[in-house]
T-cell receptor
């Protein structure tokens, strides 16, 4: 079985401040981990993914996430928030092969000018 | 042109009506999925198909059915719509064996059941 928990359904940061969105996962096998972003009135698009190579993964738009096996975490960060980062972010886990992807409940990021 | 398209984009229907949501893709992917998104619940899997002859129920398949007409087409039907099926519906695709399960989403269909 696999699952993800996203801590905080809403996060607010000031423009230029650090963005930290938390994700913890559960998986019985080494997981593949993803962050997707959903802008208003759009579908989800891949931000970054962890596939057992480097533990620090860099994605689009300056985001990155670090896989920490000991903490079963895959938190998403960005050093400096931009207004255009306002969106909903979903963490997801897959065990690969014929396993489906399981999504978290999402975190809405608000960026305050 | 978009790789994954959904029609209609918005739909209002009445309780008891049968409706169909359609998804088409030009990515050449074998795997297709239907999700619904509800506030605070994230995305939940309704049905998925790993190839044309393979259809599987997801976690919330009751009240829904699907048809995989071709590799590129995957339709979702609500046999008798009810108000708690009001939601945002997404189709997605992925490619088996490569790209490690990255899913590519359509723009969504917003459904309101009165």
């Amino acid at each position: 079985a696999q699952s993800v928990t996203q801590l905080g359904s809403h996060v607010s940061v000031s423009e230029g401040a650090l963005v930290l969105l938390r994700c913890n996962y559960s998986s019985s096998v080494p997981p593949y981990l993803f962050w997707y972003v959903q802008y208003p009135n759009q579908g989800l698009q891949l931000l970054l993914k962890y596939t057992s190579a480097a533990t620090l993964v860099k994605g689009i738009n300056g985001f990155e996430a670090e896989f920490k096996k000991s903490e079963t975490s895959f938190h998403l960060t960005k050093p400096s928030a931009h207004m255009s980062d306002a969106a909903e972010y979903f963490c997801a886990v897959s065990s690969g092969g014929y396993q489906k992807v399981t999504f978290g409940t999402g975190t809405k990021l608000q960026v305050i000018p | 042109d978009a790789d994954v398209t959904q029609t209609p984009r918005n739909r209002i229907t009445k309780t008891g009506k049968r409706i169909m949501l359609e998804c088409s893709q030009t990515k050449g992917h074998d795997r297709m999925y239907w999700y619904r998104q509800d506030p605070g619940l994230g995305l939940r899997l309704i049905y998925y198909s790993f190839d044309v002859k393979d259809i599987n129920k997801g976690e919330i398949s009751d009240g829904y059915s699907v048809s995989r007409q071709a590799q590129a087409k995957f339709s979702l039907s609500l046999e008798s719509a009810i108000p708690n099926q009001t939601a945002l519906y997404f189709c997605a695709t992925s490619e088996a064996g490569t790209d490690l399960e990255t899913q590519y989403f359509g723009p969504g269909t917003r459904l309101l059941v009165l």
